[in-house]
């Protein structure tokens, strides 16, 4: 079921225009092949491997980079190869289930969808592909920054020319709901992803859902 979490801007009407997912633990179950790819390039960094990933969905990003000693500078070189390392798996990666046919239920109700995602437009689009449902979505927008998802949906909403709240965000991380709520944009947060239901709740998205067609009703009705 889900659930509804009501936030100081939740209770004024809007229609959704548009749903923006993020890509990685949301659309795609990356999760497995992100954590060996990670672990194998680590050592390069001097980062520290990632042994418990059921632990790990526990921890915000920042306690994440601080609990494996990701050094900020050596980041960027860091992502750049573990996306280059990435994108050789990106056709064997799959969609988590049910969002192929929410996808195709959303825009048969007329509902325009896009990416923000810290993954490279690379590699989404070749994900896309392999499951034959790139033509659902509008745009791609990649950033490459951990924290940057604010510039992405600000770029989002400018390609989309709409306003935030006539846009529903849709997010597996805590860094989702601080990015999405920082543009008072709506989150739904998905349940099946990188952070635990439990974290999530404790930051306050205005929805947590378990599957996929539980944004179906969201998304149909007129308010929240």
């Not at 509804?4 to 923006?20: D, E, F, K």
């Not at 990649?142 to 390609?159: P, Q, S």
Request: aromatic share 6%.
């Amino acid at each position: 079921m889900t659930a509804i979490l009501p936030t100081a801007y939740s209770l004024q009407p809007m229609t959704y225009r548009l749903v923006l997912w993020d890509f990685d633990g949301t659309l795609a179950d990356t999760l497995r092949t992100a954590v060996e790819i990670y672990n194998r390039i680590a050592p390069k960094y001097q980062a520290l491997p990632m042994t418990n990933p059921e632990a790990m969905r526990g921890m915000t990003a920042a306690e994440l980079v601080r609990r494996h000693n990701i050094r900020c500078h050596r980041f960027p070189f860091l992502i750049r190869e573990f996306l280059a390392e990435q994108g050789r798996t990106m056709t064997e990666v799959q969609l988590h289930q049910g969002i192929v046919e929410t996808l195709e239920a959303l825009s048969r109700a007329k509902l325009r969808h896009a990416i923000v995602s810290s993954n490279s437009e690379a590699n989404i689009r070749t994900c896309l592909q392999s499951h034959s449902v790139e033509q659902h979505f509008e745009f791609v927008v990649g950033v490459r920054r951990l924290f940057g998802k604010k510039r992405g949906l600000k770029n989002a909403l400018r390609l989309a020319k709409l306003s935030a709240r006539e846009v529903l965000y849709v997010g597996d991380e805590t860094r989702d709901i601080r990015a999405a709520h920082q543009l008072r944009m709506p989150i739904a947060c998905v349940t099946w992803g990188v952070n635990s239901s439990a974290l999530l709740a404790e930051h306050g998205p205005e929805y947590l859902i378990a599957t996929p067609s539980e944004l179906l009703p969201i998304l149909q009705q007129s308010d929240i």
